[in-house]
T-cell receptor, first 117, second 112 residues
């Protein structure tokens, strides 16, 4: 298993500003992912955070809007840039541990609830 | 395409009632299927899974059977408890990297 800490847990931001969300895992993990859960919607994968290289973005998401860092195997950040009210959402960090490769079992943080005014 | 369709919520039941939450998926192959649960104030966690047709996943009294012929993975529990109140997400694997596609979630409230 893995214990994931995200911060901030929630924030209220002004339009046009940027916010960085941090994700810390209590063990080294192979895969880290960032999801978005918009109000009343399902979870949507934003990108896979790759250690030592650029993140892999899903269709509809770009690096300029959602820059991601992953400096080591236990930590990642997601930045939501130039925010608009449409970015109001819960952002979730998730990981797949080495023992769970290709099992589909992901561990999730509690999420960061972002409100953009 | 890759999609997961869940029964719309919210669902409200009395304790000891029977629960079914429907889930169907579209697939070009035979993906792994999952149910995740999110209890109030907590992160998502895996409830159960099935990796091939006719497999039955089970945990905490919940069950779901991988039905290839109906492309379904309905979640059932014979007797729900107040502590089962949560949001339940159906999900399917997508591609060899097993990136998941989630349904919209179904909120369950169980009253004493």
């Amino acid at each position: 298993s893995a214990v994931i800490s995200q911060k901030p847990s929630r924030d209220i931001c002004q339009r046009g500003t940027s916010l960085t969300i941090q994700c810390q895992v209590d063990s080294q993990v192979t895969m880290m992912f960032w999801y978005r859960q918009q109000p009343g919607q399902s979870l949507t994968l934003i990108a896979t955070a790759n250690q030592g290289s650029e993140a892999t973005y899903e269709s509809g998401f770009v690096i300029d809007k959602f820059p991601i860092s992953r400096p080591n195997l236990t930590f990642s950040t997601l930045t939501v840039s130039n925010m608009s009210p449409e970015d109001s959402s819960i952002y979730l960090c998730s990981v797949e541990t080495a023992g769970g490769v290709n099992t589909g079992e992901l561990f999730f943080g509690e999420g960061s609830r972002l409100t953009v005014l | 395409g890759n999609s997961v369709t869940q029964m719309e919520g919210p669902v409200t039941l009395s304790e000891e009632a029977f629960l079914t939450i429907n889930c169907t998926y579209t697939a070009t192959g035979y993906p792994s299927l999952f149910w995740y649960v999110q209890y109030p104030g907590e992160g998502l966690q895996l409830l159960l899974k099935a990796t091939k047709a006719d497999d039955k996943g089970s945990n905490k009294g919940f069950e779901a059977t991988y039905r290839k012929e109906t492309t379904s993975f309905h979640l059932e529990k014979g007797s729900v408890q107040v502590s089962d109140s949560a949001v339940y997400f159906c999900a399917r694997g997508r591609g060899g990297s097993e990136k998941l596609v989630f349904g919209k979630g179904t909120k369950l409230t169980v009253n004493p």
